[in-house]
Structures are given as C-alpha cells and as structure tokens.
C-alpha cells in the first residue's frame, strides 16, 4: 500500500522563538485485525496510544513552496481496517492531499498460463512471485508450474516456464484469447 502526501511546513526561521521550532513531522501507521462494534477504532486517541503505533516516516519539505512524498506500508495479511497518524511539534504544517492506494497487476494469460490479479509488494525493488495454473486443457510443459512476476509498476515482467495444449488439443486465438480447442478431426479416403 502506497501513501501519497503533499505537504508544505514554515521554516523554523519565521517563528519568533526558532527554538521551540522542528522542520520535521511524523507519519504512524496503526493495524487492525479484527473489527467489531465495540472495537475503540472511532474512539482511540493519537497521542494516548501512540506506543502501539508503528512509524513510518519522519518527513521535512524539500523546496520552498511544497513537497510530494510517497511511502511504501507493509500491510499484514490479516489486517482489516489502517489508521494513519500525523505527529507534529512546534511545527506549521499544511497537509494539502492525502492519497491512499495500492497497486495491481491484471489477471492475464500468457503461454497458456494463467496468472491471477495480484496485489504488488510493499518494497518497489522486489516483484511478487505468484505461481500460475494452466488454462483449461493445457499443462505444463516443465515438471514445475509456471510462475510470473507482478512488478511494483503492476505490470507481469515475465514468466518462467509455460503450458501447452494437452494431447487431441490444438492451439486457437479467438476474440484476442489463446485456447486449447479439441483437434478437428480429417477424414481419411
């Protein structure tokens, strides 16, 4: 999951005590496994908890006028609800667009392998290993199956690996698909 922010601060230098004065924020991610009505999600206080927050980020402005950070939040597999935290001191903070989003690769078929709809990683180096099935009537051609690489772009890189048609199946490309349809049989004299 990928944070967006676009944020301006003043310099310490426009306050008339600079010492009280940070150029810096924080940025805390808290998760959540389970939700229920008396969950304290709606009730739970910033700073009363901030001990079972995790920080992500200290952030300070890059120009004069704003600046454009985006994060990477490992989110855990059993997580069903985010909350995000901004903690400032003796700063003048302007948070002018918070974007939360995530980054998917499309389902696709490729070499008759069928690679479903993934969600990309949290590091934007490493791609997601996902293990594809061959589509309907075809194996694999290797002793493994098939597998592909969800990149953070959410663009597949490629696939190791590949399925064919099983034997009586041919190769056919309808409506912009590769399939295995049964072989048409020849009459013979």
């Not at 959540?32 to 910033?46: A, L, N, V």
């Not at 690489?149 to 696939?159: I, L, P, Q, R, Y």
Request: aromatic content about 8%; proline content about 3%; hydrophobic content about 30%.
């Amino acid at each position: 999951m990928y944070l967006e922010l676009l944020f301006n601060t003043r310099e310490c230098a426009d306050y008339i005590d600079p010492k009280s004065c940070k150029e810096t924020f924080s940025v805390y991610v808290k998760q959540y496994e389970h939700i229920h009505p008396t969950s304290d999600i709606h009730r739970q206080t910033f700073n009363r908890s901030l001990h079972e927050w995790s920080k992500t980020a200290v952030l300070s402005k890059k120009n004069a006028n704003y600046t454009e950070e985006t994060l990477s939040v490992k989110i855990n597999d059993r997580t069903k609800a985010i909350r995000f935290g901004f903690e400032e001191n003796g700063l003048c903070l302007s948070l002018l667009r918070v974007k939360i989003y995530y980054v998917m690769c499309d389902a696709t078929v490729i070499k008759f392998s069928s690679l479903p709809q993934t969600v990309t990683g949290s590091d934007r180096t490493e791609p997601v290993t996902v293990t594809a099935t061959c589509t309907e009537n075809a194996v694999s051609k290797q002793s493994e199956a098939p597998v592909g690489f969800c990149s953070s772009s959410g663009k597949w890189n490629h696939v190791v690996g590949e399925c064919e048609c099983k034997g009586g199946y041919e190769s056919e490309v309808a409506m912009g698909r590769q399939t295995c349809t049964v072989q048409a049989k020849t009459n013979s004299p």
